[in-house]
């Protein structure tokens, strides 16, 4: 069981930046991709960004290239999105979550969430 605890969100004026950091306890996550999903209110839940366990390879949704970028600490089991430029449209609860396969048996975790608003 891996349990992910997001941190680092809040309030912050458009153009400002915010680091968000999502910490996994209970297992390593070693194997496992790690992705950013957001859901603003009265849409669903959309994939922002993700990083591969070894190559580090990362892709991320066109709305937010150039202006946010996930990094991972594999050695403190951690997950990072910087997120730059900020704009209202960002505005959304962003999860933190892991996912794996082995031997054909998916494992996947969510974070609870944390809440980013870009409001002036």
């Known amino acids: 069981q891996v349990h992910l605890v997001e941190s680092g969100g809040g309030l912050v004026q458009p153009g400002g930046s915010l680091r968000l950091s999502c910490a996994a306890s209970g297992r390593t996550l070693s194997g496992y991709t790690m992705r950013w999903f957001r859901q603003a209110p009265g849409k669903e839940r959309e994939f922002v960004a993700s990083i591969s366990w070894s190559a580090g390879i990362t892709y991320y949704v066109d709305s937010v290239k150039g202006r946010f970028t996930i990094s991972r600490d594999n050695a403190k089991n951690t997950v990072y999105l910087q997120m730059n430029s900020l704009k209202p449209e960002d505005t959304a609860v962003y999860y933190c979550?892991?996912?794996?396969?082995?031997?054909?048996?998916?494992?996947?975790?969510w974070g609870q969430g944390t809440q980013v608003t870009v409001s002036s």
């Open positions: 979550y892991a996912d794996r396969t082995v031997r054909g048996t998916m494992y996947n975790y």
